[in-house]
C-alpha cells in the first residue's frame, strides 16, 4: 500500500499540573464598562419614563 503523503506532527508534552503559573485575569476594564452600560440604559430608562408623561 502507498504511504500518505501527509506530515506526521509531533506534539511536545505537556505537564498534567501546571502550580507555579497562576491565572489571575484583571477585569478592572470590564467593571468599567458595565458600569458605564448600567448608567447609560438607567439614564435611558429615565428619559422614557419623563417622554411617555409629555406624550400623552
Not at 9 to 31: G, H, I, L, M, N
Request: charged content about 30%; aromatic content about 10%; overall charge positive.
Amino acid at each position: 500500500m502507498p504511504k500518505s503523503k501527509r506530515a506526521r506532527v509531533r506534539r511536545a508534552a505537556v505537564p498534567a499540573v501546571q502550580s507555579t503559573v497562576e491565572f489571575k485575569p484583571d477585569y478592572s476594564d470590564v467593571k468599567r464598562d458595565l458600569k458605564r452600560i448600567g448608567m447609560l440604559a438607567g439614564t435611558f430608562f429615565v428619559v422614557l419614563i419623563v417622554l411617555s408623561f409629555f406624550l400623552r
